[in-house]
């Protein structure tokens, strides 16, 4: 029983203490730590165990020079207002309560910041920092098989998930970043994905910068007790 109970303590402190971490440090993550995380996460399911993810692992010059291109792209207001993913991941419309969750968070990041509202400077830098894993020494792109869409999308959300407990339970933080989907392609090229790979989604990886005031966001959750329906 005893043994239970830690394990029971282990998972759910992996688990409420992940967060998405908006500034890295630069110290490295060796590859084979992002591995074993990437074998461990392997284990998520997939419907009818298809497994049609891919992960496109971003280190050193090749994440430099895509972030480099990514930051100058989201320079120009009026280029990105045309982009589109792929798919969409986030409703035409946004309702209550959902909007003002959403907007909670980015005032909260905003004011730990110190960008004041109508600051649309200092909110678009912000944003631009997402091109740039936020400053992780890990990027990775995760990519599904075409052909598996829309319905490995529930899938590939549990791999990453996956993902991030793992990395957590290694004392490595993350975000995952949907801001990638639009530069679809521009990162087809830099990382020569074939024709059938669709970009879904981005993740940062590495070590959070604990000084760092936009790592202060704390997110609130609702009560399982709000959303959940017992049927006896």
């Known amino acids: 029983m005893a043994d239970s109970s830690r394990t029971i303590e282990a998972v759910d402190e992996t688990i409420r203490s992940r ?13 084979a730590t ?29 994440l430099r020079d895509l972030c480099a291109e990514l930051v100058a792209a989201a320079q120009d207001a009026e280029a990105m207002s045309r982009l589109r993913p792929e ?13 003002d969750r959403r907007r909670q968070v980015g005032k909260d990041m905003y004011t730990l910041l110190g960008i004041p509202r109508g600051d649309s400077a200092g909110m678009q830098a912000q944003l631009a920092r997402n091109y740039a894993f936020f400053g992780a020494p890990v990027g990775l792109i995760f990519t599904l098989q075409r052909v598996m869409l829309p319905g490995s999308v529930l899938d590939l959300g ?4 996956s993902v991030m407990l793992a990395a ?4 490595l933080d993350s975000c995952p ?27 940062s990886l590495g070590h959070a910068d604990t000084d760092a005031p936009v790592n202060r966001v704390r997110t609130s959750r609702e009560p399982a007790a709000s959303f959940t329906v017992i049927h006896a």
Do not use: K
């Open 19 to 31: 967060r998405s971490v908006r500034q890295f440090l630069a110290t490295p993550v060796p590859i």
């Open 158 to 161: 549990m791999f990453m998930q």
């Open 34 to 62: 992002v591995m074993e995380i990437l074998d461990v996460a392997a284990r998520a399911p997939s419907g009818h165990n298809t497994q049609a993810w891919q992960v496109h692992v971003l280190t050193g010059e090749t």
């Open 177 to 203: 970043q949907a801001a990638f989907a639009p530069f679809h392609q521009r990162i087809a090229r830099r990382v020569a994905l074939d024709a059938q790979q669709a970009v879904v989604c981005g993740m």
């Open 87 to 99: 798919f969409d991941s986030y409703p035409a419309q946004w309702v209550s309560p959902y909007i």
């Open 168 to 171: 957590r339970a290694r004392g």
